[in-house]
């Protein structure tokens, strides 16, 4: 697999309106240009969940990889994302109090219903030509 250096990979729901929401806000943060997105969907999406030997028929969640170091999914995911944008944000590592299974449960609950609440879509995002060289 041929992934950027020194970059963290999330992989997300590519027809997701919510998870395509989610990809908007971390670029809007990413001060540190720390973060590359790979849709779940994709050729490499699939490489990379073989490779870290994740099942998403099993797990149906955003996949934060930080290759050659570990990787996170469900609430971890989102608080490991969350603390890299520093300031405010870091005060999400709080959330780690917060027992595992509780967390993932109430993730869980929003994964399940998401496409309800917030639609699909049809293709993946187009993004601006800026904006493109953060996607995998």
Same mark, same amino acid.
């Given at each position: 697999? #041929?992934?950027?250096?020194h970059?963290?990979i999330?992989?997300?729901d590519?027809v997701?309106n919510?998870? #395509?929401?989610m990809?908007?806000?971390?670029?809007? @943060?990413d001060?540190?240009?720390?973060? %590359?997105?790979?849709a779940?969907?994709? !050729?490499?999406?699939?490489?990379?969940?073989?490779h870290?030997?994740?099942?998403?028929?099993n &797990?149906d969640?955003?996949i934060?990889?930080?290759? $050659? @170091?570990? =990787? =996170?999914?469900k609430?971890?995911?989102?608080?490991?994302?969350?603390?890299?944008? $520093?300031?405010?944000f870091?005060?999400? %590592?709080?959330?780690k109090? &917060?027992? #595992?299974a509780?967390? #993932? $449960?109430i993730?869980d =609950?929003?994964? %399940?219903n998401?496409?309800?609440? =917030?639609?699909? /879509? !049809?293709h993946?995002?187009?993004? /601006?030509?800026? &904006?493109?060289?953060?996607?995998l």
């Amino acid at each position: 697999m #041929n992934l950027p250096e020194h970059k963290k990979i999330i992989l997300f729901d590519g027809v997701c309106n919510l998870c #395509n929401r989610m990809v908007q806000f971390v670029i809007k @943060h990413d001060k540190k240009d720390l973060f %590359r997105f790979v849709a779940l969907q994709s !050729e490499l999406g699939q490489e990379i969940q073989r490779h870290i030997g994740i099942d998403t028929k099993n &797990i149906d969640s955003v996949i934060l990889y930080d290759p $050659g @170091h570990a =990787y =996170y999914y469900k609430s971890s995911a989102a608080i490991e994302i969350m603390q890299e944008f $520093g300031g405010v944000f870091y005060a999400a %590592r709080l959330f780690k109090i &917060i027992p #595992n299974a509780l967390r #993932n $449960g109430i993730y869980d =609950y929003v994964a %399940r219903n998401r496409y309800s609440w =917030y639609g699909k /879509t !049809e293709h993946c995002m187009m993004p /601006t030509p800026e &904006i493109k060289a953060k996607f995998l």
